[in-house]
């Protein structure tokens, strides 16, 4: 507007009164000046700049997914692993760009659960105070529908044992104790597991006077979980699901004998290699190995 021309004195308004007529001071105006007449930039990203750009990191988000060997992990667990290399970068643009690439394992809807009987947590202080234990079906091609039984430390998250039989009876239920009794306690006799607790569900295998005599033998407490809440036994659910995403549900089965030694390989993957986000992106075994250590410093 400065170098507008007045109508009637026929001369410029000049730098000084217009500046006056806004009630600006002068540099102001020069500083705007100055601005527009400089090129424009594109914007920038803002925060710390990282040694990796979005396609680097997208490729190395490939190859952490191509060198896993579970199938589906989220965006937590490909941080994790990101960091397990040297990468570093954040959960929020590990998301965007799994997102934005397609890499996100499709997941379920959302449900809306009514209100629940099991209020609180089952997730013990150290290992070996209460496992969980339950059973899940797959079809075979020569045998039909075939019972999978496992157990599940609430601590670590580890497999203790794992099992697979045609006939889910109250023998074959009892056999993950067993596998976790010996390999946990040292020995198979009574009251060798004092202390421990079964936490089940209300099938007719666990209720059933074998199992419950058995583990009243080795010294462990039933704890039964309430009628039509899976929540409290939701270890082993959990459990299960992964056992079903990234194997019962991928692979075909011929057998109960091929299913049985499918699961057992694989729980010794899952105790070595899977990681749980509670116990910082660490996987069950060397959970356990810390609390061992810890109590033999004690």
């Known amino acids: 507007m400065s170098h507008a021309v007045s109508p009637s004195t026929k001369r410029r308004y000049g730098v000084a009164r217009v500046a006056d007529e806004f009630e600006v001071a002068r540099s102001t105006l020069y500083r705007a000046r100055s601005q527009l007449e400089l090129p424009l930039s594109l914007p920038k990203k803002r925060g710390p700049k990282t040694a990796y750009t979005d396609p680097d990191l997208v490729r190395e988000i490939r190859s952490v997914l191509a060198e896993s060997p579970f199938n589906g992990e989220g965006h937590r667990k490909v941080w994790a692993r990101l960091r397990g290399k040297g990468i570093r970068t954040s959960k929020r643009r590990t998301l965007r760009l799994m997102r934005e690439n397609g890499l996100l394992a499709p997941s379920s809807p959302t449900r809306v659960l009514g209100p629940r009987v099991h209020d ?11 496992w969980g234990t339950d059973a899940t079906s ?7 529908t075939v019972t999978v039984l496992a157990a599940v430390d609430h601590c670590t998250a580890e497999c203790v044992g794992i099992h697979a039989a ?29 202390g421990l607790v079964i936490r089940h569900d209300h099938g007719s295998q666990y209720i059933s006077d074998a199992f419950q005599q058995e583990l009243h033998f080795l010294g462990i407490a039933s704890s039964p979980s309430f009628v039509r809440s899976p929540e409290g036994n939701g270890c082993i659910e959990r459990f299960f699901r992964t056992l079903k995403e990234q194997l019962l549900w991928t692979r075909t089965f ?25 116990h910082g992106h660490r996987p069950p075994a ?6 061992l250590a810890l109590a033999q410093a004690a």
């Open 120 to 130: 609180g947590t089952i997730i013990t202080e150290a290992p070996d105070q209460m």
């Open 138 to 144: 797959i079809h075979t091609l020569e045998e039909g």
């Open 166 to 194: 045609k006939r889910a009876t109250r023998f074959e239920a009892l056999e993950p104790i067993r596998q976790g009794v010996r390999e946990r306690f040292g020995a198979y006799c009574k009251q060798v597991a004092r």
């Open 254 to 278: 011929r057998n109960a004998e091929e299913v049985r030694l499918a699961v057992q390989r694989w729980a010794a993957l899952y105790n070595e290699r899977w990681l749980i986000e509670r």
């Open 286 to 291: 060397a959970v356990r190995h810390e609390f």
